[in-house]
């Protein structure tokens, strides 16, 4: 509440450094998160870029929304992304892939970003995690850039990922993205992610998705068993949809009336209760 009454005065770096307290902390104060998004759409042209970014950062990661601010921190990042680094600029695409939002100068916003982005080469095998971050959040928006590509792809940056300890992460994102980019950019010719790293990664991602499964067991089970007594066990399929994709799904196919059909016969539901989902 006090901070709240001192936006104005407060300076930006302790601004974004009690936002980041809320982001450790993994909760948000609406009330005061709302105060925040309005005084910064009013006053970020007098911000710099890495404090935006900081407070974009945190918006997103406590998965907090407002269009405004939004838009607001998407224009300034245009304008300052010259003065940006790497991190920030990955950070930035980070925010509105994470919350699924295109701001208001989506075309410009993505395309300012990844020109700036390729201007920092030197900055690709310094800060590799970064660069590959951005890359992989840029697949979850469906936008896919060839040079980019051809360089995460790349011996040299594979080999500058290797020293990194977030082994993991590193096989689920170049994986996501090798997989992603045959089903929505085909017609992509560059270097590709070299068959023995792809098996290797599948192998390791899916052992970590047992565990992850595990976990889950208990509650899965129980979905599953509502599922067999409303739509009949044949009505539906947990899998995983697409091979890359991190968990398991609940996939059910309804006819034009809402009423689930056989994944065996093509037949509408004639389980109790399965008139109609919707």
């Given at each position: 509440?006090?901070?709240?009454?001192?936006?104005k005065?407060i300076n930006?770096?302790?601004?974004?450094?009690?936002?980041?307290?809320?982001?450790?902390?993994?909760?948000?104060?609406k009330?005061?998160?709302?105060?925040?998004?309005?005084?910064?759409?009013?006053?970020?042209s007098?911000?710099?870029?890495?404090s935006?970014?900081?407070?974009?950062f945190?918006?997103?990661?406590?998965?907090?929304?407002?269009?405004e601010?939004?838009?607001?921190?998407?224009?300034?990042?245009?304008?300052?992304?010259?003065?940006?680094?790497l991190?920030?600029?990955?950070?930035?695409?980070?925010?509105?892939?994470?919350?699924?939002?295109?701001?208001?100068?989506?075309d410009?916003f993505?395309?300012?970003?990844i020109?700036?982005?390729?201007?920092r080469?030197?900055?690709?095998?310094?800060f590799p995690?970064?660069?590959?971050?951005a890359?992989?959040?840029?697949?979850?928006?469906n936008?896919?850039?060839?040079?980019?590509?051809?360089?995460?792809?790349?011996?040299?940056?594979?080999?500058?990922?290797?020293d990194?300890?977030?082994?993991?992460?590193?096989?689920?994102?170049l994986?996501?993205?090798h997989?992603?980019?045959?089903?929505?950019?085909?017609?992509?010719?560059?270097?590709?992610?070299?068959?023995?790293?792809?098996?290797?990664?599948?192998?390791?991602?899916?052992s970590?998705w047992?565990?992850?499964?595990?976990f889950?067991s208990?509650?899965?089970?129980?979905?599953l068993?509502?599922?067999?007594?409303?739509?009949?066990?044949?009505?539906?399929?947990?899998?995983?949809?697409l091979?890359?994709?991190?968990?398991?799904?609940?996939?059910?196919?309804?006819?034009?009336?809402?009423?689930?059909?056989?994944?065996?016969?093509?037949?509408?539901?004639?389980?109790?209760?399965?008139?109609?989902?919707?």
């Amino acid at each position: 509440d006090a901070v709240t009454e001192e936006l104005k005065t407060i300076n930006e770096f302790s601004l974004a450094s009690i936002l980041k307290c809320y982001r450790y902390a993994g909760t948000a104060h609406k009330q005061f998160f709302e105060k925040v998004s309005k005084h910064i759409s009013k006053n970020a042209s007098h911000l710099s870029a890495v404090s935006l970014m900081h407070i974009a950062f945190s918006f997103a990661s406590l998965r907090f929304f407002n269009k405004e601010f939004l838009d607001t921190v998407a224009t300034e990042a245009v304008l300052n992304a010259s003065k940006c680094r790497l991190k920030d600029l990955s950070k930035f695409i980070w925010c509105y892939s994470t919350l699924n939002y295109e701001p208001s100068n989506s075309d410009e916003f993505y395309a300012t970003l990844i020109a700036e982005m390729k201007r920092r080469k030197k900055e690709f095998y310094e800060f590799p995690y970064e660069m590959l971050n951005a890359v992989t959040k840029l697949a979850f928006l469906n936008k896919y850039d060839a040079e980019l590509l051809n360089i995460i792809f790349s011996a040299e940056f594979l080999n500058c990922l290797q020293d990194g300890k977030e082994e993991i992460h590193k096989d689920r994102d170049l994986y996501s993205i090798h997989n992603a980019v045959a089903i929505d950019f085909p017609e992509y010719s560059g270097t590709n992610l070299p068959l023995s790293l792809i098996d290797g990664s599948q192998s390791r991602i899916e052992s970590s998705w047992v565990v992850d499964e595990d976990f889950y067991s208990r509650d899965i089970k129980q979905i599953l068993n509502c599922l067999d007594e409303l739509v009949g066990q044949y009505h539906y399929k947990y899998h995983r949809i697409l091979s890359h994709f991190k968990t398991l799904a609940i996939e059910i196919k309804l006819n034009y009336i809402g009423q689930p059909i056989s994944f065996q016969t093509g037949s509408v539901s004639a389980s109790k209760g399965s008139a109609e989902i919707g």
